[in-house]
């Protein structure tokens, strides 16, 4: 799995390319935390080329969007949400915690 | 059923899904179904990873896939720890963010995406995890019963697999492979692999040109399975796509014959690879293609933003060169009437990148495409006559060059190498083209932006230059700028201005801008000169524009250098039909000056003209307001505060505007006499003398002084100072207007002209007019000076105190001082002389010669070597005193001025002095400061005088600063030493006493103001005995600190070594007697005692007996000395001398601070008052007897504190 970040004015992109499993999701969370980290806590995370995501994955969200809402800070919200793991995460209750959007740029437009 | 085991490491999960994934797709699932489980296998296997090995290395895990046409069947076996995934909490899906768990999230996928999760601990076997995904009934693949499912399921699956290959040996295996394995047997694969090269890659070929066997040749010729007619052991199938011919499969068996049945099924084989090959070979293509659309559309958004040509050029060069991997590309521009092209970038992979290369039109394949506007394309550079080969290049083996093309005009050329023969596809060909399209649209676009930028700057440049020059009414101004503002802007190297004078038939040099300009200065051209481009264009008044001028044969080399001309432009610069001056540009390179140029310079001369002529107006007109000017700028100088000197300066400059001289002069009075206080136009000593050595001369001067109108030299009139000094004839002419402020003298204004005649009514009138005002200016201007003077002296006081405070030591003050007061006050040298011990003791001198610094510097003086100091000495004030000579020798003994008034004269007719000025605060005189005063400065003397002896004054508290200083460093050096011995002392001695069972320690100290060199030490030592050791150095301070520290480490040293402390004493003694260099000696008691027994055993180095006292019977026994003091002679004689310690009895160890106490009666305080104490003494603790002592001690002092410390060690034995 591939991170990498862009800035934007108002938020940052994470696009994450590859799978995400328990081997890989430590990445993710640190991924996020250098943000959180840099006060930066408004966060799109660009899932079109994640091409899998265990529960473990889905802990990393969880963990970070728990992080970022917190004071009303900011949030996490998921763009281009590939099908398979769409129905993961609707499978495990997680779309309502998410604002999710087909596409990247109402994603940023969103913050 | 497939089985695998995979370490229990998180990295292994991607595998175990892969495994997993291939089983699913085994069943036939589809993308969905695989996905589940895919994820399942995951969470159960990072569950087995992370709980039932708890995340260490070593374990591993078995996973069997198998499937039957209903389901497909997980089983995972680990040999962790027992772990039950039932016993996870499955998670609240609804709870909100916050309050939603984080794990227990995989378990809960696991069952939502398997039909069935079972677990079963297995003790020592470990756990097995069983999951079953049941499969979709497809009621169509039901159906679809022959050929054998699994074998047509490989087909099927074996031409998806082909597409997913790019390569097409991994095609090549995926094909023998899976026909190998189906029919078991031997496979081998041909194919034209013509058909599948892709444009721009040189793979080396996979497969011969010709089919291998002669069964293939067959196949491939025909078109139909091939096979030797006997057996049909060995087929030859070939793969086609309608009517073309891709390749032949070829299969043999030769232990059993095909069936009919396996007939069909390489038919159906050799059909879905064929179809399969084709499929993929077009996606790589369509994939290609939109690489290569992707790259024209890149090159196309680089090109747009960019105007540069250059820079385009260089990004695109480079895109090409990367993205197709080609040798070389380079791009040539095309300029027009030039038969060169221009290089503008070129990319290479190695050292050809970027390096310039020239090209010719019709010179090589660039230069022949450039010429003929048509693409060229030589697939073998060695079979093509246009191909010039370079030696930067020389590894190209095609090329192609394209011609950037807008319409019909070609602009330039793309030019493509690479270092392989035939590089060029038709399809690379068709990109290239593409992108020469674009390029020369950009290329177009940038030219046309640059003409237009070309344009704008040029308007804005005359826009400019014109805004600039009619704002300039002065000419040489106005002509300067003009140069300047050209070269600028046009950036020829030379420009240069003329005017042109038609009466006088000259051109002359007046401005320019360049490395010739300076040269130039002065110049002057005939006008009817027939040679030369200048005045040919000064007098046709044509501009003559010469691109080289080899070929002109107006042109005639500049004499100046540097010798580089090769272009040329000169315009005329007309007003009104006449030439009023030319405007020259030369430039070092050929074809320098473009239509452009000579427009724009056109246009810019005419403005230059206009101002000129302008310019030429103003002047005139600008006489006439001058002198009003001048006289309102004199006037001005009334109020302005400024120096005299200044006030002169321009009186004199203002005149010099108005009335023709070549000496403009003030005179000033000083006293009676009139001196030259400032002239221009000639020497002032030669004129002042002049005035001053003929009487005539002088005459003439003192008449203006009391005239009523200023006077008019008349030809037959003695000649006057500046006629005298300057030679001039005798009818020169001069006027000189008296200096008047009301009826008061003040000086004489003159002027002359070596030339007769010059001055009259109005020069008369115009003189007193300025002498009016010059006179009240200059008043004015005295009493600002001698304000100025007053603030100078300030100013110099306050370097002089700045210089005190910044230094850091009276030497370096005075050193300062000396130097600076000559500088600041003017005085020709000083010195200061310190008085110490009542002798005059030199310390800095600055400015006397050297011989007198010989005379007043060699030594201390006492009294009488030099009566000006003794006379300083005496009367406590400043003594002047009169050099008589020159010779040095009397310098000691000058005439002193010994009253006021003598002093008073001294300092007014006194050529040369000596004054001693005393530094002195009160009535303490700490020494002299005696400064040289030269005659030549003899106007301000008394105020000289008075700023020195303020620096004397500043000297004088620097001194007694100094001595202040100096005492309270020594105060303060003796406090920090006491400090740091009292640090030293503390150090060493215990920090706590040891607690001994049966015994009882306590130890005071009480510190004196001075520290002495008391201590004491307590010590366990080996065998159940402690040292007890006390001792008292015969000095104080750091000295006697620093030799009790060296004692005590010793002690320490030698007391492991022997059981004798009369031994440990003798050698502490030999110890020190070589470290003691100041007759120091330490008096010392050890002894050590056995806890058990109380032996007590000891020796006495000639310290203050301890007291043994017996606890019932409360009588007591002194423990006198054994042996000297330490220190003091080596091989010290010692003895040990042994008692016991009974219980209840105490030992009490101390230094004479306690028995020579003082009382404030001067008693001290004695070993028997210390006796009677212990007599008496309650023995309940070793601490309540040494408190009972000190108090008695504190009592016997008062309120006197104590001279020395005050040590006491005790120990008591308690049982």
């Known amino acids: 799995m591939e991170i990498t970040s862009q800035k934007f004015k108002h938020c940052d992109l994470l696009f994450i390319n590859g799978k995400v499993d328990s081997f890989t999701a430590p990445d993710l ?43 009303n800070r900011g949030e996490i919200v998921l763009a281009s949400v590939p099908k398979k793991v769409m129905d993961a995460l609707d499978l495990t209750g997680f779309t309502p915690l998410f604002k999710i959007f087909d596409d990247i740029t109402p994603a940023v437009g969103n913050f | 059923m497939r089985t695998a085991i995979f370490s229990a490491n998180l990295d292994q999960l991607e595998a175990i899904r892969d495994f997993a994934a291939r089983a699913a797709k085994d069943a036939g699932m589809d993308d969905s179904a695989i996905y589940a489980v895919e994820l399942s296998m995951d969470e159960a296997c990072t569950n087995v990873i992370e709980h039932a090995y708890e995340g260490k290395n070593g374990g591993e895990i078995e996973c069997t896939c198998d499937h039957d046409d209903k389901k497909l069947t997980i089983i995972i076996h680990d040999h962790g720890k027992s772990f039950d995934p039932e016993s996870i909490e499955l998670p609240d899906l609804d709870a909100d963010l916050d309050s939603r768990p984080v794990g227990g999230l995989g378990i809960f996928l696991m069952k939502k995406l398997m039909d069935e999760v079972r ?81 721009g890659l040189n793979q080396a070929p996979l497969f011969p040109g010709q089919p291998p066997s002669a069964q293939m040749s067959k196949a491939f010729t025909t078109g139909l399975t091939s096979s030797p007619e006997e057996q049909k052991k060995l087929l030859a199938i070939p793969l086609k796509n309608g009517d073309t011919m891709m390749g032949v499969l070829q299969v043999e068996r030769p232990n059993k014959p095909f069936l009919k049945k396996e007939f069909e099924l390489l038919d159906g084989l050799a059909g879905y690879v064929s179809l399969a090959l084709v499929a993929s070979h077009r996606s790589v293509i369509e994939q290609w293609r939109i690489e290569q659309l992707t790259l024209v559309r890149r090159v196309s958004a680089q090109i747009t933003n960019v105007l540069d040509l250059d820079k385009l050029s260089k990004r695109v060069t480079k895109l090409i060169q990367r993205t197709f991997n080609y040798y070389y590309v380079a791009i040539y521009t095309l300029e027009p009437g030039l038969d060169a092209l221009n290089f503008r970038s070129s990319a290479g992979p190695e050292r050809g990148g970027g390096k310039r290369v020239k090209a010719r039109l019709g010179e090589g394949l660039v230069g022949s ?71 020369a649209i950009a290329i177009n676009g940038a030219r046309l932006y640059g003409e237009l930028q070309k344009r704008a700057d040029h308007l804005a440049m005359v826009a400019q230059v014109s805004e600039e020059i009619t704002s300039t009414l002065d000419l ?146 600008q006489w006439r307001r001058q002198v009003a000017d001048s006289l309102r700028e004199v006037a001005g100088l009334i109020s302005a505060d400024v120096g005299l000197e200044d006030v002169l300066d321009s009186i004199l400059r203002e005149l010099e505007r108005n009335l023709p001289c070549d000496v403009a002069a003030v005179w000033l009075l000083d006293g009676d006499n009139l001196y030259l206080a400032q002239a221009h136009g000639a020497d002032i000593m030669e004129v002042d003398s002049a005035a001053h050595r003929w009487p005539e001369a002088y005459a003439f001067l003192s008449s203006a002084l009391t005239s009523e109108q200023p006077i008019i030299r008349k030809p037959d009139d003695p000649i006057g100072p500046t006629g005298t000094a300057l030679g001039y004839s005798a009818d020169y002419s001069s006027i000189a207007a008296g200096l008047r402020a009301g009826d008061r003298p003040l000086g004489v204004l003159t002027l002359s002209h070596h030339t007769a005649g010059r001055y009259g009514h109005e020069a008369q009138a115009m003189a007193a007019t300025f002498a009016n005002h010059a006179a009240v200016a200059i008043e004015n201007a005295r009493l600002y000076d001698s304000a100025q003077e007053q603030a100078y002296a300030s100013a110099a006081l306050l370097q002089v105190a700045q210089a005190v405070a910044n230094s850091n030591n009276l030497d370096e003050t005075i050193s300062g001082i000396v130097r600076i007061t000559p500088i600041l006050v003017g005085v020709k040298a000083c010195a200061v002389y310190l008085l110490e011990a009542e002798r005059f003791h030199p310390t800095h001198s600055y400015g006397f010669s050297d011989a007198a610094q010989a005379i007043l510097w060699n030594r201390d003086f006492k009294h009488g070597d030099f009566p000006l100091l003794d006379s300083v000495h005496e009367n406590t004030q400043m003594v002047v005193g009169l050099l008589p000579s020159e010779i040095s020798e009397d310098w000691l003994d000058p005439e002193l001025a010994r009253t006021e008034q003598e002093t008073f004269y001294a300092l007014q007719t006194g050529d040369h002095l000596l004054i001693g000025f005393p530094l002195m605060i009160k009535n303490d005189l700490f020494g002299v400061m005696l400064v040289e005063e030269d005659s030549d400065a003899r106007r301000f003397r008394q105020k000289r005088v008075d700023i020195v002896s303020s620096i004397a004054q500043q000297v004088a508290f620097s001194i007694q600063n100094e001595h202040l200083q100096r005492e309270m460093v020594i105060r303060e050096r003796l406090e920090h030493e006491v400090h740091l011995a009292r640090q030293i002392q503390k150090t060493f001695l215990p920090e706590h006493l040891p607690e001994i069972n049966g015994w009882n320690l306590a130890a005071t100290w009480i510190t004196a103001r001075q520290v002495g060199g008391d201590f004491y030490d307590v010590f366990e030592l080996p065998g159940g005995r402690l040292g007890l050791f006390i001792a008292d150095v015969s000095d104080k301070g750091i000295p006697a600190a620093l030799f009790m520290a060296l004692t005590r480490t010793l002690v320490r040293a030698v007391v492991f070594d022997t059981p004798s402390p009369a031994d440990a004493l003798r050698r502490v003694n030999d110890l020190i007697i ?140 308690t049982i």
């Open chain 1, 29 to 71: 969370i640190k991924a996020i935390e250098a943000l959180s980290d840099a006060k930066r806590y408004k966060i799109v995370l660009d899932l079109s080329h994640l091409e899998y995501m265990s529960s473990a994955g889905f802990r990393a969200l969880l963990l970070g969007q728990r992080n970022c809402k917190r004071y």
């Open chain 2, 369 to 439: 495409v450039a010429q003929t506007g048509e693409e060229a394309v030589t697939n073998d550079v060695g079979s093509d006559s246009r191909f010039k080969f370079i030696e930067l290049l020389s590894e190209t083996r095609s090329e192609a060059v394209l011609p950037l093309k807008i319409e019909d005009n070609t602009l330039g050329v793309l030019d493509v190498q690479s270092d392989q023969l035939e590089a060029f596809h038709p399809n690379d060909l068709l990109v290239l083209r593409a992108l020469a399209d674009t390029i």
């Open chain 2, 476 to 621: 040489d101004e106005l002509l300067n700028k003009v140069a300047v503002l050209i070269q600028k802007h046009l950036k020829f190297p030379y420009v240069h201005l003329y005017t042109v004078h038609p009466i006088r038939r000259q051109i002359i040099y007046e401005a320019g801008s360049g490395e010739r300009s300076s040269s130039l200065k002065g110049s002057v051209i005939d006008l009817d000169n027939d040679e030369g481009i200048i005045s040919w264009v000064a007098r046709n008044g044509k501009t003559m524009l010469v691109n080289d001028v080899t070929k002109e044969p107006r042109y005639h080399s500049s004499p100046l250098p540097p010798e580089d001309t090769l272009a040329e432009m000169t315009i005329p610069l007309v007003f009104d039909i006449q030439v009023t001056g030319v405007l020259d540009l030369q430039s070092n390179h050929l074809n320098a000056f473009s239509d452009d140029d000579r427009f724009l310079c056109e246009a810019l001369a005419d403005n230059v003209a206009v101002a000129i002529h302008n310019a030429e107006l103003f002047r005139t007109e």
């Open chain 2, 1074 to 1213: 070589p470290d003691n260099q100041q007759d120091m000696f330490v008096s010392a008691v050890y002894g050590v005692l056995t806890l058990e027994s109380g032996v007590f055993r000891y020796a006495n180095a000639g310290h203050n007996p301890p007291i043994w006292l017996n606890g019932v019977e409360r009588t007591m026994e002194l423990l006198h000395r054994t042996g000297a003091a330490l220190g003091i002679i080596e091989d010290v004689p010692m003895e040990d001398r042994t008692i016991t310690l009974a219980p209840d009895d105490f030992l009490l160890l101390y230094t004479d601070g306690v028995t020579e106490a003082f009382s404030p009666e001067d008693e001290t305080y004695g070993e028997d008052r210390l006796k009677q104490v212990l007599e008496s003494v309650e023995m309940t603790s070793a601490r309540g007897v040494l408190d009972a002592l000190e108090a008695s001690v504190r009592e016997f002092m008062g309120h006197h504190p104590p001279d020395d410390d005050l040590t006491m060690l005790g120990i008591k034995r």
């Open chain 2, 119 to 199: 677990f079963e601990p297995l003790g020592e076997a470990g756990n097995v995890l069983t999951m079953i995904k049941r499969l979709k009934i497809n009621p169509e693949k039901e159906k679809k019963t022959s050929p054998p499912p699994s074998d047509w399921k490989q087909i099927i699956m074996l031409g998806e697999e082909i597409m997913r290959e790019t390569s097409l040996s991994a095609q090549h295996d995926l094909i023998i492979g899976t026909t190998a394995h189906i029919l078991e047997c031997q496979a081998v694969l041909w194919l034209d692999e013509r058909l599948f090269r892709l444009p």
